[in-house]
Structure formats: structure tokens, C-alpha cells
């Protein structure tokens, strides 16, 4: 009998079961086949399947049959039925004293710099601007971006995901808290950081060292071969 060495995790689920809920909703999109169009609604079921085991493993547990539903009333036509990850922006804000701006995210209680979903009709940079100044009142120039991320891939989302990540630094401004998105909000040493704070590993020590101005490539998720397996490093 033969052993998987490494059982899938609850991100690979998740991250399997979003991958053939997005292709079979492309392919309910664009197709004209009613043959077609009934095995990706088997493929939709099968996803449905996968995902709910997901999240019976954190402690969410989803009925299949309702998450197929969700995923139908999603399906468009033509372009408009192309399923793609949504997208959102961080702020990697520095000062003077080479502390990092943080929000304390409202209900969670969770620290992490501000981020946003990106809007349209602005520039990822300038929804960096606006999401700053909103959640934080602190004025800041975007100086380059730092991460171009799969969250869905790392492991830190439910739903797919692109964050794109980028360095700034205060330019004016006073420090308040957005009345309903953040519970508290302030500037940290790297040696002291909040409790609470999500996933520092990931990011922090990077992060900080964009703010002292030393040179980083831009991170992003090297391609795995085969892309279906292995771990993501950090």
C-alpha cells in the first residue's frame, strides 16, 4: 500500500478546492454545451466537497449544497465569467524613528500593517495612499512595492487572493484609528511589537529592513514543480 509522505493540508485544500471551483465557473462562463456545462457542475459539487473538509478543520463547517449554490449565483458570461482572485494592497509605513506603522483590525483584535481591497478606478499606489490616511490618519509617499503575494497559496485566506505589498513612509499626518475597521492603531520597533500580531515570521524582519533602506528584491511566490505540490518557503 502506498502512503502519502505529506497529507494535504487545510491551505492545500482550500487552495485545490478554490482552483476547480474557479475553473468550472470559467468554464460555465464561456461555454455553450450543455454536456460540457453538466460536468462542471459535477466539478463544482466535487469542489464543494474539498472545501467543506477545509473548513471543518478550523472549526467552520459549510454545508456543500449551499456553497455550490454560492458559487452558481457567481457564474457570468462570457468575460464577465472569468473567475479571477480578488486583490488588496499593504502598507509598509515607516518614520523617522524606523518604527512600522500597525493597525489593530476591528472585530479581530489581530495587528498587521493596513491593508484594503483594492478599489476601482485607482492605482494599486494610490489605493495604498487613500487606505492609509482612512484606517490610520498618517499622510505617506509610496516608495516602491515589496511583496506580490498568493494568499491562498501562504495559507492566510479562505478566499483567492493577490496582495501586493508596498514600502512608504510618513509624510504628515496625526495617528487615529478608523471608528469602525481598527481598534487601535500606533507605530512599533521592530523589538517591540504588539501582542497579537499576525504571522510576524512572514513579513516582519522583511519589512523592517525596507524601512532602514536596505536593498530587497521584491518577494512573490517562486513557481513550485510541480505547482500542485511541495511548501511554500518564506
Sequence with gaps: MVLFPNPPSQADLLRWAEALSGSARTGMGFTESLYERERY?????????????????????????????????????????????????????????????????????????????????????????KEVREETGIECEVLRPIAILDGLRLGITGIPLYSLVFHCRMTGGELKAHPLECLDVGFFAEGSLPEGIALPEQWASESFAAIRGEPLDVRFDVPRDPMWEGVQDF
Design 41 to 129: 457542475e459535477e466539478i463544482l459539487h466535487v469542489a464543494a466537497e474539498i472545501r467543506t473538509r477545509a473548513d471543518a478543520l478550523s472549526g467552520r463547517p459549510v454545508d456543500p449544497d449551499d456553497l455550490v449554490s454560492e458559487w452558481f449565483d457567481s457564474v457570468g458570461r462570457g468575460v464577465k465569467g472569468y473567475v479571477t482572485p480578488k486583490v488588496t494592497v499593504g502598507a509598509v509605513v515607516g518614520n523617522d524613528a524606523g518604527e512600522m506603522l500597525l493597525v489593530q483590525r476591528a472585530p479581530s483584535g489581530v495587528w498587521l500593517y493596513p491593508t484594503g481591497w483594492a478599489d476601482v478606478g485607482y492605482s494599486p499606489a494610490e489605493v495604498v495612499v
